[in-house]
């Protein structure tokens, strides 16, 4: 079975511009969750998408916004982008709902670099 | 929010070592995880294990929910193990994974 995918495998785009970065997720799997990770630390939660709704957000500015589609694959969108928003965006699926209880599987992440 | 703190930050082995890295969380969870992020930034899954013990292969895991922690043992290291190890967990009511900082191992041949 495919694992979660995202694409593209590398971006980049200069101050200003606008990103959208995409996610496939597990087969069956319907909520998807978005980290940024930046060089040398651990991954951050931005969003967390079920069922087509946003079911949590991080401390991300909304700039940053996503959407989940029927067939259960997610947008990550990032306006006006800053130098900062360079990063490493992983893509994460699970199953069985909103449950804490749920492993999640991540996907091999863009790579974004704004310069 | 809950807090998640790894240690060692850096472990260099020798091929064939055996090593412990530790995680400390701040407050309850209900699902903790072990990855190993690669140098292409995949990561990979270890262990789900918000209590108990679990092994596979030169991997174990232990995780003493009500003192806790959870340890990632690693015998007879391989270099194909250099990577860094992420601790991360869930709180009783959270729909987010929290990450530690990470243990950044390299193994020498």
């Known amino acids: 079975d495919a694992g979660v995918t995202q694409s593209p495998t590398h971006l980049i785009k200069t101050r200003g511009q606008h990103v959208t970065l995409r996610c496939s997720p597990i087969?069956?799997?319907?909520?998807v969750s978005w980290y940024q990770q930046v060089l040398g630390q651990g991954p951050q939660f931005i969003f967390q998408?079920?069922?087509?709704?946003?079911?949590g957000r991080g401390n991300f500015p909304d700039r940053f916004s996503a959407r989940q589609f029927p067939n259960y694959s997610s947008e990550l969108n990032v306006n006006a982008l800053l130098l900062g928003d360079s990063a490493l965006y992983l893509c994460?699926?699970?199953?069985?709902?909103?449950?804490?209880?749920?492993?999640?599987?991540f996907g091999p992440g863009t790579r974004l670099t704004v310069l | 929010g809950i807090q998640v703190e790894q240690s060692p930050p850096d472990l260099i082995l020798q091929e064939g070592a055996n090593s412990t890295l530790r995680c400390n969380f701040s407050?309850?969870?209900?699902?903790l995880q072990w990855f190993h992020q690669n140098p292409w930034g995949q990561l990979i899954n270890l262990f789900y294990?918000?209590?108990g013990t679990k092994q596979n292969g030169r991997l174990s895991a232990t995780t003493v929910a009500t003192e806790r922690y959870s340890l990632l043992y690693i015998s007879s290291s391989q270099t194909t193990d250099s990577g860094v190890y992420f601790c991360?967990?869930?709180?009783?009511?959270?729909?987010?994974?929290?990450f530690g900082a990470g243990t950044i191992l390299r193994v020498k041949s």
């Open positions: 294990i918000p209590s």
């Open positions: 991360a967990v869930k709180g009783e009511y959270g729909n987010k994974l929290v």
């Open positions: 407050d309850s969870v209900n699902n």
């Open positions: 998408y079920y069922e087509k709704e946003e079911r």
């Open positions: 087969s069956g799997h319907k909520s």
């Open positions: 994460a699926s699970s199953s069985g709902g909103l449950s804490v209880y749920n492993e999640q599987f």
